[in-house]
Nanobody, 127 residues
């Protein structure tokens, strides 16, 4: 059974940093691209970032590019998201997901591109 578990969320002031982690079990972690999504109250879930199976290819939403960094450690089946210069608009539930493919597709931000999801970790940024 596949399990995806996020951790590292919390509350931080604007301008601060947080590091999210995600562990995945029950699948061959290094066969698949991985992604981070987020969902703010009253808004649709949106893609934040995607990383290819080997960590070489990374993609970001325009709203986080230059502030967030996605990485993975295949030896530990772990995905990370380093979030710097946080803004109040980054407040959301953040989700980790395993993609259907090894590479981030041309529509990596679409939820259907992923078939395993975690339960989410809350990030709150205050002004």
């Amino acid at each position: 059974q596949v399990q995806v578990v996020e951790s590292g969320g919390g509350s931080v002031q604007a301008g601060g940093s947080l590091r999210l982690s995600c562990t995945a079990s029950g699948l061959t972690f290094d066969d698949f691209a991985m992604g981070w999504f987020r969902q703010a109250p009253g808004k649709a879930r949106e893609g934040v970032s995607c990383i290819s199976y080997n960590g070489v290819g990374t993609l970001y939403a325009a709203s986080v590019k230059g502030r967030f960094t996605i990485s993975r450690d295949n030896a530990k089946n772990t995905l990370s998201l380093q979030m710097n210069s946080l803004k109040p608009e980054d407040t959301a539930m953040y989700y980790c997901a395993a993609a259907r493919y090894a590479y981030c597709s041309g529509s990596w931000w679409i939820q259907d591109e992923y078939n395993y999801w975690g339960q989410g970790t809350q990030v709150t940024v205050s002004s």
